[in-house]
């Protein structure tokens, strides 16, 4: 097949587990060759090809299959693979060219492997018997756009979205409830919420760890423990949380999709919820190919940041598995997602925020923010889509210690791209480079706690944890 394949995402395509059988292959042979050169078809098995502007998703190196990951260069290119324009921001331009924007809302499933490297025209035509053909003939070519759509859903969607996931474009809210957190309860209040992050320790000692909880705690509502940022390994955040937990105080488990299967997520989320862990916070997580040498797997997502929300929301308010088991104990859960406001155009990142609320983030973490005025065009786009009412906004506001910090972010931090002005700045202050660095978060503070739909802050402290107090109390930020 991969010789067939135009190979724009250079590796080959996928290829059955297990043999098939001479006519499925042959099907398949014939379903490489013509939706290759004309889709980039790379045989996941589980096609998408009608919600995403007929360009094969499996293109982007992470697999993924709800939109972009906040990753893109400021040329619009793929982190991962650079030499390439990121293939999901090339799917939502199309998508808003055409007039089918809200089509890229659809919650789609993560792969059911069993059928990957498989074809599924055989699926299509099963469908199409079963509607009848000369009934699906009828509504393709009919005028009336309704009935089109009707027709087509009911052979594609039927494919796209199987039972065990029936993903939609609503949105979803939790059930009323009291706030399971601190976080959330201080959110629905309306406070100005300060959290802030604590790096997990490289070794198994905690000392510092406590250390660090210790003397940020009085001054923030909730601590978030990174989930081996820069895909380097470290303390797992799951036993930071506990430590904090330990501490009486209030932790924001971070998971990376990058780590996690449809299988440890599930598992880990109902045990972290029995040691009394609610904030959950799903990324997709940094890629490899910047971790530590030797390179991981770079293909690895089993499941994206939206399935991981759609899977955990299921669990909370249905009490249900992916694989359709019910229990009994329903998992506590006030779950967040990340955004990157600045990572392409905001039309199309309200787009992919707009899937996450609608999938079950309850709040948002962004990314880095160095230029806060530039919120403003992002703000406007969540309000238009209907959002901004619907999700509680932490903006990411990290104090810089040196100027080697900052180009360290602007270089090696998927998203991050560092302003020009900034940089001038932290060059210009020289030996008080880390004293402009304050000045620069708390003017970023200053101007977002005047901004409609923010609710809050997360200080991102880069390991300079014990900037927390100064930063919370110069910003006149209440002491939580
Ligand atoms: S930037 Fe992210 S979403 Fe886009 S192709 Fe690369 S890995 Fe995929």
Sequence with gaps: MSGIKPARRWQPAFFPFKRESFGKRLLAKVEICVKGPLFGCRMCGNCLLQETAFICPMECPKGMRNGPCGGITPEKN?????????????IYKKALKTGREETLLEVLPPLDWSKVGTETWGDVVRQVRKIGTGKFIGGIISANKTRKAVVWDS????????????????????????????????????????ATEVSPPIGAGTDKLIRDIESVKPFVTAINFTDSSSARPKMSSIACCKVA????????????????????????????????????????????????SPTSNMNILDIDSVQMLWILRKMRD??????????KHRPDLFLGAATSPFASDPVLQAIKDQKKV????????????????????????????????????LIGVAPLKSLKIAQYLHTNVPGVSMPEKIMKRMEKAGESASEEGVQIALEVIDSVKRKQGINGIHIMTLSWESIVQRIVTESGLNIQ
């Design 358 to 393: 609608n999938a079950g983030a309850q709040f948002f973490q962004t990314n880095l923010v160095f230029e806060p005025d530039r919120l403003d065009l992002w703000l406007e786009q969540l309000d238009k889509r209907n959002i901004l009412n619907k999700v509680f906004i």
């Design 245 to 292: 937990i330990d501490r009486e105080t209030e932790p924001v488990f971070q998971i990376a999709a990058r780590d996690s299967s449809r299988t440890s997520l599930q598992s880990d989320i109902i045990g972290a919820n029995a040691i009394g862990i609610k904030n959950i916070l799903c990324i997709s997580g940094d890629n490899s190919v910047i971790g530590p």
């Design 318 to 327: 249905d009490g249900l598995y992916l694989d359709g088991r019910s229990f």
């Design 155 to 194: 052979v594609f969607k039927t494919i796209r979205q199987p039972e065990w996931w029936s993903g939609d474009s609503e949105y979803h809210e939790a059930p009323p409830r009291e706030p399971v957190t601190e976080l959330e309860r201080k959110f629905r209040k309306g406070e100005f919420v300060v």
């Design 78 to 90: 793929c982190y991962v693979d650079s030499t390439r324009k990121c293939i999901w921001f090339t």
